[in-house]
């Protein structure tokens, strides 16, 4: 009888540890995935952007203002792609579902933690789509091929080179040809043929290149940085949200 009555008093004892009512295994293995998802994606984000804080944008801030636009045009385009788009879109949706899932449950104690980290996760996200991507698009409207820039200046250089050096020089015969024809041309005419396709063509260029790369730089620099940061500090955030999930299951 008095072993009855201690297993009668350690019977409820054991059903009380148990989880908790509408709380069941299969609804903690979902919020354990989600978090550990979210945690990853937010980790990959973090790494890419700290990557290009610390790594991508000082080393092409020693290129030249071509090399600088064509390589920002290239990875800007090469980036959209499904293995940059899964892990930063799809921590938002993780998210908020593992938020409703720690409402009611033993993984409750994670919750501030899980909205501190969605939190940061926006602003980051917000970050980028209101920042970073208008100023990638506006660089990529920047031309960097040679062949566009360099036909208004063969134009007008060919025309001058053709006109008044060619001309006389071509005319009176080889004497004169030699002497004031030949000098017109690489005078006058071959100085301002070849002025106005290598000098102002070449400048204009140049100084779209550096007025493009004056406008982006800077500014997309530094809010990588703060995305980069809250990104990181979301990634944190996470991985004690899913440390405190994972302990209140054996409290």
Not at 75 to 85: D, E, K, M, Q, V
Not at 147 to 157: I, R, V
Not at 163 to 181: L, V, Y
Not at 208 to 234: Q, Y
Request: aromatic share 8%; net charge neutral.
């Amino acid at each position: 009888m008095r072993g009855q009555g201690v297993a009668a008093l350690r019977g409820p004892v054991s059903v009380g540890s148990g989880p908790r009512p509408g709380y069941g295994g299969a609804t903690r293995a979902l919020q354990t995935t989600t978090l550990l998802l979210a945690t990853l994606g937010a980790g990959l984000m973090a790494g890419l952007f700290a990557a290009f804080a610390y790594a991508v944008m000082p080393g092409l801030g020693r290129s030249g203002d071509r090399t600088f636009v064509q390589a920002m045009q290239n990875i800007n385009r090469a980036i959209i792609n499904g293995w940059f788009l899964l892990p930063f879109l799809l921590p938002i949706p993780l998210l908020i579902l593992a938020t409703v899932l720690a409402w009611n449950g033993p993984g409750r104690v994670a919750l501030p933690w899980i909205l501190a980290a969605l939190v940061l996760y926006m602003a980051g996200f917000f970050v980028t789509s209101g920042v970073n991507v208008p100023l990638n698009n506006a660089l990529d409207k920047a031309e960097t091929s040679e062949g566009a820039t360099d036909g208004s200046g063969d134009g007008s250089g060919d025309g001058l080179a053709d006109g008044p050096g060619g001309g006389p020089g071509d005319g009176p015969g080889e004497g004169s040809g030699d002497g004031p024809g030949d000098g017109l041309a690489g005078g006058p005419g071959g100085r301002l043929g070849g002025g106005a396709s290598d000098g102002p063509g070449d400048g204009s260029r140049r100084d779209r290149l550096k007025a493009a790369r004056d406008s982006f730089e800077r500014r997309w620099v530094t809010w990588n940085i703060v995305r980069a940061l809250a990104h990181t500090a979301a990634f944190g955030l996470l991985a004690w949200a899913l440390f405190l999930h994972g302990t209140a299951g054996t409290a």
